[in-house]
C-alpha cells in the first residue's frame, strides 16, 4: 500500500498553516486507523510540488518526495526518518500522480 500525503495547496487565510511534516507521525497513525492498514505494508510518502520564489520566481524549486519510515508501537507512528526516493523510483511515482516537470 502506496500513501501519498500533501501539504494542503494555496494560502488560505482560515486554514492554519500547519505543514504535512510537522505532523507525519499523527499523519500516518490516523491513515494505518481508518483504512485498517497494516502498517508494515505501507509505504509513505510525503510529495512537495514544484515551487518558485524570489521578486520574480527566477529561483525553482523541483517537485520532491521523501519516504517516511516510523517505529510502530501499538499502531501509533513514532520517530519519523525521512529519506529521499531514488530517481528512479521518484520518477516512477510522480508519472503515477501525474506531477512530472
Same mark, same amino acid.
Given at each position: 500500500m502506496?500513501?501519498?500525503v500533501s #501539504?494542503?495547496?494555496g +494560502?488560505?487565510?482560515?486554514? %492554519?498553516?500547519?505543514s @504535512?511534516?510537522?505532523?507525519?507521525? *499523527?499523519?500516518?497513525?490516523?491513515?494505518?486507523?481508518?483504512?485498517?492498514?497494516?502498517?508494515?505494508?505501507m509505504?509513505?510518502?510525503?510529495?512537495?510540488?514544484?515551487?518558485?520564489?524570489? #521578486?520574480?520566481?527566477? +529561483?525553482?524549486i523541483?517537485? %520532491?518526495?521523501d519516504? @517516511?519510515?516510523?517505529?510502530?508501537? *501499538?499502531r501509533k507512528?513514532?520517530?519519523?526518518?525521512w529519506?529521499?526516493?531514488?530517481?528512479?523510483?521518484?520518477?516512477?511515482?510522480a508519472?503515477?500522480?501525474?506531477?512530472?516537470?
Amino acid at each position: 500500500m502506496v500513501v501519498v500525503v500533501s #501539504d494542503l495547496p494555496g +494560502h488560505e487565510a482560515k486554514l %492554519k498553516k500547519v505543514s @504535512v511534516r510537522s505532523c507525519t507521525s *499523527h499523519i500516518a497513525t490516523c491513515v494505518v486507523r481508518d483504512f485498517n492498514i497494516d502498517p508494515h505494508r505501507m509505504v509513505y510518502l510525503e510529495y512537495y510540488p514544484s515551487s518558485t520564489y524570489g #521578486d520574480h520566481d527566477q +529561483h525553482h524549486i523541483p517537485v %520532491k518526495f521523501d519516504a @517516511v519510515d516510523f517505529q510502530w508501537h *501499538h499502531r501509533k507512528a513514532m520517530h519519523p526518518k525521512w529519506t529521499a526516493l531514488s530517481q528512479p523510483l521518484h520518477d516512477m511515482v510522480a508519472g503515477l500522480i501525474g506531477q512530472t516537470e
